[in-house]
């Protein structure tokens, strides 16, 4: 049991969470190209993304595992994201930093799912059942790139308006 649900359910609601949050931060990352902020997708976006990463951690281990140190990471990246958005409401350097690492925490989210597909998939596992092997290198690999690209184009297109200060700091 974790949490109150058996070890399926609680591997269910994390994947769905991760899945979640991989849809939305697509629909975020796309809208920053044409510099829309979508507040609701964006939101929902963070929230799964960061109850992604905090889920990972109750998971039954006997040591730090990699999954471990990559939901550190995400967290300490979800709070640049987070604060840059909700705290600096994008004024100055906030901007490229909020988009640069909500970029970064969505491809954090879909690093893990490519390893997960590998280490789940048939298919895929038959490929590359170390993943250290030259499917799932490549792959990690063009997924990089990918989001190299997309997070550089995103820094450059993202000039929203200045989100007003309500003075709720």
């Not at 609601?13 to 997708?41: D, N, P, Q, Y």
């Not at 976006?45 to 039954?60: D, E, H, W």
Request: glycine share 8%; proline share 4%; hydrophobic share 60%.
């Amino acid at each position: 049991m974790i949490l109150g649900m058996s070890t399926a359910t609680f591997t269910f609601v994390h994947t769905a969470l991760s899945l979640v949050g991989i849809f939305t931060g697509l629909i975020v990352l796309f809208g920053m190209f044409s510099s829309k902020r979508l507040e609701g997708w964006t939101a929902v976006f963070l929230f799964t993304t960061v109850l992604t990463s905090v889920t990972g951690f109750f998971f039954p281990v006997e040591r730090i595992l990699p999954s471990h140190i990559v939901g550190v990471l995400s967290l300490v990246v979800l709070a640049v994201t987070l604060a840059g958005l909700y705290i600096y409401r994008l004024a100055g350097a906030w901007r490229w930093l909020y988009v640069a690492t909500a970029v970064f925490a969505l491809y954090l989210n879909v690093f893990v799912g490519v390893v997960q597909a590998f280490a789940k998939v048939p298919f895929l596992n038959a490929l590359a059942p170390t993943q250290k092997d030259l499917p799932f290198v490549v792959a990690q690999g063009v997924v990089l790139l990918i989001f190299v690209y997309f997070g550089v184009k995103a820094v450059r297109s993202f000039h929203p308006k200045a989100i007003a200060d309500d003075g709720a700091r």
